[in-house]
């Protein structure tokens, strides 16, 4: 026969596995946010107006999601990532002119820090 304690030992570590395999670590949201903000730029045929190239695109937003969205001492909240990369990913070309401020506002709310995040306004 269990007991409560024992079921509680067994159980702990698949609550564990479960809550961390629905969270996105601070690194995959920022390649994720780069990557798909600069699709939808790309999208919009604005990648070689505004950075030059994609790589470059990618870096720039890499930077953007890691400084100002988060911000130094700040920790994600995985669920706003979450939304700001589902709301990213249901950009359609018909979305264009795209900015991340006017079409994935949850991307400014990432970083637990008051004022910490500014959503990274691609000004397209």
Do not use: W
């Amino acid at each position: 026969m269990l007991n409560t304690e024992s079921l509680m030992h067994r159980a702990l570590p698949i609550i564990v596995l479960l809550t961390t395999a629905c969270a996105i670590s601070e690194e995959d949201f920022i390649e994720q946010y780069a990557s798909q903000v600069c699709d939808n730029i790309e999208a919009c045929g604005k990648i070689s107006v505004e950075h030059g190239t994609k790589d470059k695109c990618i870096l720039h937003y890499e930077i953007v999601a890691d400084e100002q969205m988060i911000g130094d001492g700040c920790e994600i909240i995985s669920d706003k990532a979450k939304d700001c990369i589902g709301e990213l990913e249901d950009f359609t070309e018909e979305d264009c002119p795209f900015t991340t401020n006017n079409f994935a506002p949850s991307c400014a709310e990432v970083g637990d820090c008051p004022g910490g995040s500014s959503g990274g306004d691609t000004g397209l």
